[in-house]
């Protein structure tokens, strides 16, 4: 009933060793006091008889020394926990018994002192320790008026008083030592608790900071009293701990107001001036004290540029089905009508079977457009020196669409260089340069092609423009949709093709503010090709 494990050397111990420096505090005090008592013998202070006052003192003075040394033993040396307490509580039953025989026996009061240590050795003891302690103090009050008695001092009264202290002795351990066995449970149950708590907030702060989503925590006035590291990335905040929120987004501020007014219009979209982002904003009521109220901030473009993203893999999965599928009968149709406009039946006959092969070598540039897309992934990234690469892109551009050598003006230093795939770089200049071409004057110069150092360290820039109407403000947006073209004969593919071939090869393809000519920047890395 009363077994318990021994403290260990580890963190559950110490409050054991923590109980037992505060019972031996308790041992010093009571030395302390026992020792100033007998020393002021025989004045009116003292609580000891008058006969046997040395006595007094030398007990005393000895017990103040032991606890003295215990104190000091048990600050330096923590090991033999069980060893370190049954010395004290024998020191304390010697003392206190010595006391008890030259103070009158049983009746001094010594024995109720007794009962004080037991029980606070019991509280800091464990298991069956605490009836041996109950069981040597019960044989040294036995044995003390056992001695007495054949001194011809014998009183029956003060055995039965004896034995009403020795049961006490029983009764205050065993109770004691309960106590002590729920209070180390529920010691135990709740550094286990808090253990979990903490390891549970440290992984609701991780959560909270490595989240997508902005998070804020606001009071009843709108000061923001806590925020995670992606809501100051969307607000554009400073850093501080605490700020009002109307210093950041007064959108915000009215959705918040709102919400108070009617708890229905929990969600809003504010536009952050600093960031100028679009978020979605989500208002909680928190059930604390403080009535907090916790916010959800969504960034806009993200999930849209996700659902974009999602539609675009799809859309890129069954076109790359349909084209394979396409093809085989492309072809087929296509080298029939060659061979039947080799037997020259008549000029009706003749322009009916150019319509048809005119459209399906429409067809088949569509097709390998939606192939292309499909292999994208297949970068196999080297270091381009641009001043050779170019001049003999440029060249073989112009032979191919027969247009003049003044039409493209290029511009490249000597020194840079370009990682990216070349069969890539050369469909995505194809694109852009195709593009530039059917929007422009073809003049001299109408077409530029310049390469520059980027404006990112370890960047280079390839900046592709036209002498065209540029591109008109409500198309921007969709301009490197897939199938979006403003061409008859265009395929919508090939703005899309070049991004997609730019990503590939960890480039970025973004289409600049008129010059007043359409002008496209493509930014890829200088080095570090694998």
């Known amino acids: 009933m009363l077994s318990d494990s021994a403290p260990g050397a580890g963190e559950s111990s110490e409050a054991y060793w923590k109980s037992l420096r505060y019972f031996n505090l308790y041992r010093f005090v009571l030395a302390a006091l026992l020792f100033v008592s007998s020393a002021l013998h025989p004045s009116p202070l003292s609580i000891f008889s008058p006969a046997h006052g040395d006595w007094h003192l030398a007990v005393t003075s000895f017990y103040l020394l032991l606890t003295t040394l215990s104190v000091m033993l048990l600050h330096r040396y923590?090991?033999?926990?069980?060893?370190?307490?049954s010395a004290h509580v024998v020191v304390d039953v010697a003392a206190m018994t010595a006391l008890m025989h030259v103070s009158g026996g049983v009746t001094s009061g010594f024995g109720v002192m007794l009962l004080v240590s037991l029980a606070g050795a019991s509280l800091v003891g464990q298991g069956r320790m605490v009836l041996f302690y109950a069981a040597l103090a019960t044989l040294a009050v036995l044995f003390e008026l056992t001695f007495r008695a054949l001194g011809s001092d014998f009183d029956a009264a003060a055995f039965f008083q004896a034995g009403l202290f020795c049961v006490g002795f029983f009764a205050v351990a065993i109770s004691a030592r309960l106590l002590a066995r729920r209070v180390i449970?529920?010691?135990?149950?709740?550094?286990?608790?808090?253990?979990?708590?903490?390891?549970?907030?440290?992984?609701?702060?991780?959560?909270?900071e490595e989240m997508q989503d902005g998070v804020l925590v606001l009071n009843q006035s709108g000061w923001v009293r806590q925020h995670n590291p992606r809501a100051e990335k969307l607000l554009g905040l400073s850093g501080a701990p605490e700020f009002l929120l109307d210093q950041?987004?007064?959108?915000?501020?009215?959705?918040?107001a709102d919400w108070q007014a009617n708890p229905a219009?929990?969600?809003?979209?504010?536009?952050?001036?600093?960031?100028?982002?679009?978020?979605?904003?989500?208002?909680?009521?928190?059930?604390?004290?403080?009535?907090?109220?916790?916010?959800?901030?969504?960034?806009?473009?993200?999930?849209?540029?996700?659902?974009?993203?999602?539609?675009?893999?799809?859309?890129?999965?069954?076109?790359?089905?349909?084209?394979?599928?396409?093809?085989?009968?492309?072809?087929?149709?296509?080298?029939?009508?060659?061979?039947?406009?080799?037997?020259?039946?008549?000029?009706?006959?003749?322009?009916?079977?150019r319509i048809v092969l005119d459209n399906t070598q429409r067809l088949d540039r569509i097709v390998r457009d939606v192939l292309e897309v499909g292999r994208r992934d297949r970068a196999h990234r080297e270091p381009l020196l641009l001043s050779q690469f170019l001049p003999a892109f440029v060249e073989e551009f112009s032979v191919k669409e027969k247009i003049a050598g003044d039409v493209i003006e290029l511009t490249c230093p000597e020194v840079l260089a370009l990682c990216f795939d070349r069969s890539h770089l050369h469909r995505v200049l194809w694109n852009l340069l195709g593009n530039a071409l059917r929007h422009s004057q073809q003049a001299t110069g109408s077409i530029r092609l310049i390469a520059r150092t980027g404006r990112q360290p370890g960047r280079v820039e390839l900046l592709v423009s036209d002498d065209g109407a540029g591109v008109p403000e409500a198309m921007r947006e969709q301009i490197f949709e897939p199938f979006f073209t403003t061409h008859h004969r265009g395929t919508g593919l090939g703005l899309y093709i070049a991004r997609e071939l730019c990503e590939a090869n960890e480039a970025q393809l973004e289409l600049l503010d008129n010059l007043p000519g359409a002008q496209f920047c493509m930014a890829g890395r200088s080095e570090g090709c694998l």
Request: no cysteine.
């Open 78 to 85: 923590r090991r033999n926990f069980n060893l370190q307490l």
């Open 265 to 353: 219009l929990a969600t809003r979209l504010v536009r952050v001036p600093a960031s100028g982002l679009q978020l979605r904003a989500t208002f909680i009521a928190i059930e604390s004290v403080e009535r907090d109220v916790l916010v959800f901030l969504e960034d806009m473009g993200r999930l849209q540029a996700q659902a974009q993203q999602l539609k675009l893999a799809a859309l890129g999965r069954l076109t790359a089905n349909i084209a394979h599928e396409i093809r085989n009968p492309l072809s087929a149709i296509s080298h029939a009508g060659e061979l039947m406009l080799e037997e020259r039946r008549g000029e009706i006959h003749e322009r009916l079977l």
């Open 248 to 256: 950041y987004s007064p959108e915000l501020v009215q959705g918040f």
């Open 185 to 208: 449970a529920n010691e135990e149950l709740a550094r286990r608790r808090g253990a979990d708590l903490q390891n549970q907030m440290l992984i609701s702060q991780r959560v909270i």
